[in-house]
């Protein structure tokens, strides 16, 4: 048997003049008008079922039953303004748990470089060609904090953590990065594994096989690509691009190509290099600002190649 539909609480105003808190009343009337909810009658059952099923899904624990709510006064027995004021509080309580439950995300597209501010002051920028994504507030619900405030990087971002007790942890594709707070640098790009160089503080890399290692400042290692090796090379050259700079380092004139297009914002054709032209390997570091051109020479001249500019972009071409 079907349950008769709750009259919309919005399509007439009741006469609360007889009310001694008429005014305050009157206030959650005009509430309403602005939290309308989706359907005339919300199902409060159901949400607070997937809700539960979500946080056991996230802490291991199996899917709980939840009893339905006890209904304290159906729709025919309470009064207008009381059915106003309870929509009204359900919408406000179910509203900020759907929006925590959406997650917040960041993009720098190509050409772009854009400063992220996390909840709790955490700072951090994103390179050209990267997103970012985390929980809103970095908590389960409004007032209840999750044990670890985390991040979902693809592509580069350098991280100013703030400390608040909590660890702090960033995972990509290949690695997990924990700190308390620090400063780092995180890279991760098609076919290069995860590179993780530490400016201040320290950190802990743990890759997809349960390697770990722990890296100071001055300190670098790349997940994905193999055993975990330490280098001491820091983040200066790494983040160069925080400046204006460019920086690669042993990397393939592919990756380096794909770099500069996500950079500049630019094509960047290779289509008439040999396979072998674009595995050669190579290492530029420009700590300030730089040209695209300036960094095309000497691409070209280390390689032995040249390049022209086309009606698109630009192309690099084996030597006549």
């Not at 989706?38 to 996230?58: F, N, Y």
């Not at 660890?167 to 308390?180: C, D, G, W, Y």
């Not at 094509?267 to 730089?290: D, F, K, N, Q």
Request: charged share 20%; net charge neutral.
């Amino acid at each position: 048997m079907s349950r008769p539909s709750s009259p919309d609480p919005r399509s007439a105003a009741p006469d609360l003049s007889g009310e001694a808190d008429a005014h305050e009343l009157a206030g959650v009337w005009d509430l309403l008008g602005d939290a309308a909810p989706r359907s005339p009658r919300g199902d409060v059952d159901g949400a607070w079922a997937r809700l539960e099923a979500r946080l056991d899904a996230e802490s291991g624990a199996a899917p709980a039953r939840v009893a339905p709510a006890t209904r304290v006064a159906s729709p025919s027995t309470a009064s207008p303004w009381r059915r106003a004021a309870a929509v009204a509080a359900l919408l406000l309580v179910g509203g900020a748990g759907v929006w925590n439950g959406v997650p917040a995300t960041a993009e720098a597209g190509p050409g772009e470089r854009v400063q992220v501010v996390l909840p709790g002051g955490t700072q951090v920028a994103l390179n050209a060609g990267s997103s970012l994504r985390w929980a809103r507030g970095f908590s389960w619900l409004p007032g209840v904090d999750r044990g670890d405030r985390v991040v979902h990087l693809s592509g580069e971002a350098f991280f100013d953590v703030t400390r608040d007790g909590r660890p702090f942890r960033v995972e990509t594709s290949h690695a997990r990065v924990r700190v308390l707070g620090t400063r780092f640098n995180v890279r991760v790009r098609p076919g290069e594994g995860t590179l993780v160089a530490v400016d201040e503080g320290s950190v802990e890399v743990v890759d997809a096989a349960a390697s770990a290692v722990v890296l100071t400042a001055g300190q670098r290692v790349t997940a994905g690509q193999g055993a975990l090796r330490v280098l001491t090379a820091g983040a200066d050259p790494v983040a160069a691009w925080r400046r204006g700079g460019f920086s690669a380092t042993d990397a393939p004139l592919a990756s380096v190509v794909q770099e500069l297009e996500r950079r500049w914002d630019v094509e960047i054709r290779t289509g008439s290099l040999p396979a072998s032209s674009l595995e050669r390997r190579l290492t530029l570091y420009y700590s300030g600002p730089v040209e695209l051109e300036a960094v095309l020479d000497d691409v070209v001249t280390t390689l032995g190649l040249r390049y022209r500019q086309t009606a698109g972009g630009w192309e690099v071409l084996p030597a006549p």
